[in-house]
């Protein structure tokens, strides 16, 4: 008889252990609803790589030394804030100007000199040419003068004096006709120099404003708005002022942060196992506790070595974000990532 009741008073004891359960994990589960916390949606079976990469955006604007002729090296002396958001039209990178400002100086002071003789040849010029005129209009009075006596009849004069008139007529038009020449060719000469003189003028001008535009594309200015961000050297330190750099070479990343994706790096060994749709799973190093899901979209098809430093053969891979927070993301961002092997609907949030 007391087998028997022991037996019952176990069953019941293990009917309530079940109820207890039961409501106790139905309990677990509407809390886990009510906080909305994500689902498990990776299965801890998936077989997965573990890389790294960083956070960059599909598009960007990139900036540089500007395209200066003879200049082929570059000091930075001012980089805006890394971090910062900037607006259109705000200056965010300059180079130094200093040795393309003193050849602005040189050649505005060659203009400046170039200016001032042509204005003192345009009044030599004309102080030439009317004295020349003078002449010429003194040698007019002269042929005229000739003139009237050489019209006096033969009868009237003595043979000397009649031939005398004649020659003498003779000499002011040769007189007025040497004037006429030589107001020609003076004319020429001072439209010559002063031709000549605009030309060099101009010339200058031109390279005035052509220093003028290189020393203001030293300054280089956003064109629209963005987070700046430091590109990095060929020993992967970040470019600063006073660093020299060379023509075509990135300094600074304006990226647009509503196309950011990730950017990771695979070792070459997984590159068979590696395809497009896998899903990842990512955190951004800076903030670890969250998660982030993404489906890789792109692969490259050119193996690479890592860095100069560290020699390790990788290939690259885009992958899309699934639920991107631009409150915390930036461009540049390390990130912790898992690639699933396994690609599917399951794998995927």
């Given at each position: 008889m007391k087998k028997h009741q022991r037996t019952a008073v176990g069953s019941v004891s293990g009917l309530m252990t079940l109820v207890v359960t039961v409501m106790l994990a139905a309990t677990l589960g509407g809390c886990r609803s009510e906080h909305n916390e994500p689902p498990v949606v990776m299965a801890e079976t998936t077989e997965v790589v573990r890389v790294t990469g960083e956070i960059e955006s599909a598009s960007s604007a990139f900036f540089g030394p500007p395209a200066v002729p003879n200049i082929w090296r570059y000091t930075i002396s001012f980089m805006a804030p890394e971090g910062r958001k900037v607006k259109a039209g705000t200056p965010i990178l300059r180079f130094d100007p200093q040795a393309l400002m003193a050849q602005l100086r040189d050649k505005s002071n060659a203009l400046n000199e170039k200016q001032k003789k042509l204005e003192k040849q345009q009044i030599v010029a004309r102080e030439v040419v009317a004295e020349l005129r003078l002449k010429r209009q003194e040698a007019k009075s002269d042929l005229d003068k000739a003139r009237l006596k050489a019209d006096i009849p033969v009868e009237l004069l003595a043979s000397r004096d009649y031939q005398e008139n004649k020659l003498v007529l003779k000499q002011a038009e040769l007189t007025l006709m040497l004037r006429m020449a030589e107001l020609q060719k003076e004319q020429r000469v001072q439209d010559t120099e002063i031709t000549i003189l605009?030309?060099?003028?101009?010339?200058?001008?031109?390279?005035?404003?052509?220093?003028?535009?290189?020393?203001?594309?030293?300054?280089i200015k956003a064109a629209s708005e963005g987070v700046?961000?430091?590109?990095?050297?060929?020993?992967?330190?970040?470019?600063?002022?006073?660093?020299?750099?060379?023509?075509?070479?990135?300094?600074?990343?304006?990226?647009?942060?509503?196309?950011?994706?990730?950017?990771?790096?695979?070792?070459?060994?997984?590159?068979?196992?590696?395809?497009?749709?896998?899903?990842?799973?990512?955190?951004?190093?800076?903030?670890?506790?969250?998660?982030?899901?993404?489906?890789?979209?792109?692969?490259?098809?050119?193996?690479?070595?890592?860095?100069?430093?560290q020699p390790a053969r990788v290939f690259d891979a885009v992958v899309s974000m699934k639920n991107p927070d631009l409150s915390i993301m930036r461009p540049g961002m390390s990130v912790s990532a898992e690639i699933h092997l396994e690609p599917g609907p399951g794998n995927s949030p």
């Open positions: 605009k030309r060099e003028i101009a010339v200058l001008d031109s390279e005035v404003a052509q220093f003028q535009g290189s020393v203001d594309s030293m300054t700046v961000i430091h590109t990095v050297d060929r020993r992967n330190n970040k470019h600063e002022v006073g660093d020299n750099v060379w023509m075509g070479r990135r300094v600074m990343e304006l990226p647009d942060l509503s196309q950011l994706q990730v950017h990771l790096e695979v070792p070459e060994r997984e590159s068979a196992r590696i395809a497009v749709g896998q899903a990842v799973k990512f955190v951004v190093d800076a903030v670890p506790e969250q998660q982030f899901y993404g489906e890789i979209v792109a692969l490259a098809s050119v193996i690479h070595t890592k860095s100069r430093s």
